[in-house]
């Protein structure tokens, strides 16, 4: 092989490799160990794209992705192989993006004092080493474990908050009736942004949390997380299943 044609395979080989690495980076994998208030332990699988959510647990799986600019929320039975529209509910499901925000005296949002608070604790999470940090959305007290030892975790965090952000404007945009809302939304996203951000460069990523429910706790611990490539078919509607709702009647 001449030296002209080993550098034009050397080329070719380059620009084939950067072309998989970014597409397997398209999205991100989280295995995660879960035991309800009752004791009850199982497993949840979450997909991460920067345009859709996909949970799985047991026979239950929960898919939430913008649509067309519209964003859907759509619930899958497994077992009886049917697929429910919930998409009305889907903006509850955006709630946990403003947890940590409240209003000033001027009805503008701002980020809630002392909504997380550090400790000196630590304690091996899994093959990471995490930090303990109290936050209480909701006036339910949380502790969640961060560690900056996962960059992969970390990307998923930031990865998730990217597809919240743009969920949020989605749902927000046609409620914007005035120039100033839009303003609004635009403070709203920038603080939530620069929160996660920071959290993240002081803590790291969240790989397990504790809620406390008066006596008990959910708890949740990330067990593996990779990046991953994510084909868009994981988020659309499965075949050979029944249709529940709305997407019946569009049917």
Partial sequence: MSFR?????????????????????????????????????????????????RSEESDKTTVLALKGGELKLYEIDEKARSVRDSSAMAPMLLMGYTFFLDQDANGKARLKKDFATPTNETKPVGKWTARKVITKPMGLTTYGWYTKDSPEMIGADRMRMKFFTVANESFMKPHLTSPDAVKELANINKLVTDFSEKMITDYGASVMSEVGMGSRAAVSRVVAVESRDIPDALFDLPKGHKLEGQIAKAK
């Fill in 5 to 53: 044609s080993t550098l034009i395979s050397l080329a070719l080989f380059t620009l084939c490799f950067a072309a998989a690495t970014a597409y397997a980076a398209k999205g991100f994998v989280i295995t995660e160990e879960t035991q309800a208030p009752g004791g009850k332990v199982g497993k949840k699988v979450t997909y991460v794209s920067e345009t859709a959510q």
